[in-house]
C-alpha cells in the first residue's frame, strides 16, 4: 500500500470513498477538489493496487500555525484493520509543510467512539497529552441540527519520535 499527495483528478474517489464512511459529512465536490488542489500537502491518499483506499485531510489553521488540524479520515473496508489511518496521519505529521508543528487537533462528536479510540491510540503511540473540550455546541453553532463537536488536541508533538515510526 501506497501514500501520496492527492490531486484534482482524485476528486470525485474521494466523494466516493467519504460517502461511504459514515458517519463522517459528506463535503461538496468541490469542497474535495479545493483540498486536493489547495491543501494537497496537507492530505493524504492511500491506494492499493491503483484504488484509493483511504484519504485524510487537513491544514495549519491560520490562528494557530503550530497545529495541524485532522479535518477528515476515511479507511475503505479493505483497508481497515491495518492501522492505515494512524499511518496516513503519521506520513503528514513528517511532510516538510508540517515543519514547525507541536499539537494535532481535531473535533469529534461525543458518540464517534472510532475516532476517539484512533486519537487515543496516537497519543498513547506518541506519548502526547489528548485534551478534550468542546468547541462547537449543539444549540450555540448548530442551530441544534448536529451534535456537538469536541476539540481533541494531542501534543506536544516529538516529530523524531513520529518518524522513526514511519521508518
Known sequence: MGFRRPIAADGPAITALIAACPPLDRNSRYCNLLQCEHFADHCVIAEKAGRIVGWVSGYRPPSDPAAFFVWQ?????????????????????????????????????????????LFRSLARKWNAELERSALFERETHFAGAHATEYLARIGPLDRMKIDAEQG
Open 73 to 117: 479520515v476515511a479507511v475503505s473496508t479493505e483497508g481497515r484493520g491495518k492501522q492505515l489511518a494512524s499511518r496516513m496521519i503519521a506520513d503528514l505529521l513528517t511532510r516538510p509543510a508540517q515543519d514547525g508543528v507541536t499539537h494535532m487537533i481535531t473535533t469529534i462528536t461525543a458518540d464517534n467512539q472510532a475516532s476517539w479510540g
